[in-house]
């Protein structure tokens, strides 16, 4: 089961509940930091070059200080080489921090190649640039019957490539991320004042695009929209983001 939304719609700054429902399994391995299980959902691909996978993953102890969404029940660090276990994902909200996707599918040596991944960080985690590892990735439409919901948008009204005049008569196109914004005149920082009127949306918007962006921007401001996100994600955007 996965979510109503196609992957392509997915972006930056989404904030997401995540579930799948846990599935028996096998222990095959294991050490103080990972233990190994085989994987319930994805096949070898036979077809893939250079790539060998053996059909098992490995799921960090706590003692490897990794996050990772997938758990294990009971939990991995009673387990044990020959034991059978349920592998899934609790309930749990992430908020998506980088969106890749691959035209042709991606070859990893499982099937099926994934179109798409996401990066996405647990709450509580801000995204910190100076780190090489961070957060885990899932394929939002792949074998793993993933279900995700859509908790909250920011800017849920704007679509990526969107160009606004601000309230001051500032002219700004919203890029990549809500907490991304550019203005026109050259400036390296600041955010839109609202209300916010919608003046480009791949050429001449509509009287209804425009109008709903009005309303949506009537009270209110960047502030409390980087409020509202915050209080679902319990993080902040990363500095270079703000």
Known sequence: M?????????????????ECQFTGTAVTGGTRYYVSVRWPWLEVDSQAE?????GQRALPTPAAREWEIFRTEPAETALKPGDT????????????????????????GMLPRPASY???????E???PSL??????????????????????????LELGDEVADRDGRAWRFDAAAWNWHPFDGEQSGTP????????????????????VARATAVGSHLD??????????????????
């Open 193 to 212: 004042a609202w209300p916010l009127k919608l003046i480009a949306r791949q050429g001449e918007p509509t009287p209804k695009e425009a109008g709903e």
């Open 85 to 108: 276990c349920l592998v899934g994902i609790p309930a749990t909200v992430v908020h998506v921090q980088a969106v890749h996707r691959f035209d042709p599918p991606l070859v990893t």
């Open 132 to 157: 090489g590892d961070q957060g885990c990735t899932i394929d939002p439409a792949g074998g793993e019957p993933i279900y995700i919901e859509l908790v909250f948008r920011p800017y849920a009204f």
């Open 126 to 128: 801000t995204h910190d």
């Open 225 to 242: 929209e980087l409020e509202r996100w915050s209080t679902h994600t319990h993080a902040r955007p990363a500095t270079h983001q703000q």
């Open 50 to 54: 250079n790539f060998r996978w053996n």
């Open 118 to 124: 996401l990066e996405v960080l647990q709450q509580g």
């Open 2 to 18: 996965h979510n109503a939304f196609m992957s392509h719609d997915y972006r930056p700054g989404d904030v997401l509940l995540l």
